[in-house]
């Protein structure tokens, strides 16, 4: 047998379904490394705010309220609907998992 010690530094998943990113997250809850990152499209608005604290209470369920010491758990989620022209900085909002939510970062 060959020993395969994967060391995995960031776990990273896409979806482009709006209805369908909750599932990347749930993967990638069983997943140990520093950095897991998630990017996904939805709606803005209260919708949006709905859906993360969905998928924040559903990851709490899997993981609790934080992550491991080392650890960050990154939600990006994208304006869906969005033409390639109308890409811009502002598209894309990071969530990162904190005491059970997902907090936006200012960074």
């Known amino acids: 047998l060959k020993p395969y010690l994967w060391d995995l530094k960031v776990a990273f998943e896409h979806e482009n379904n709006t209805t369908e990113w909750l599932d990347e997250v ?28 969905f998928a924040s209470a559903m990851l709490c369920k899997k993981i609790g309220e934080n992550v491991a010491e080392g650890e960050q758990f990154l939600l990006i989620i994208g304006d869906s609907g969005r033409r390639a022209k109308q890409v811009n900085i502002s598209t894309y909002t990071p969530y990162l998992y904190q005491n059970g939510v997902f907090k936006i970062q200012n960074w």
Not at 31 to 50: D, Q
């Open 26 to 53: 749930i993967k990638l809850s069983h997943i140990r490394c520093p950095l897991r990152i998630v990017v996904c499209y939805f709606t803005e608005g209260e919708e949006r705010a709905k859906a993360l604290n």
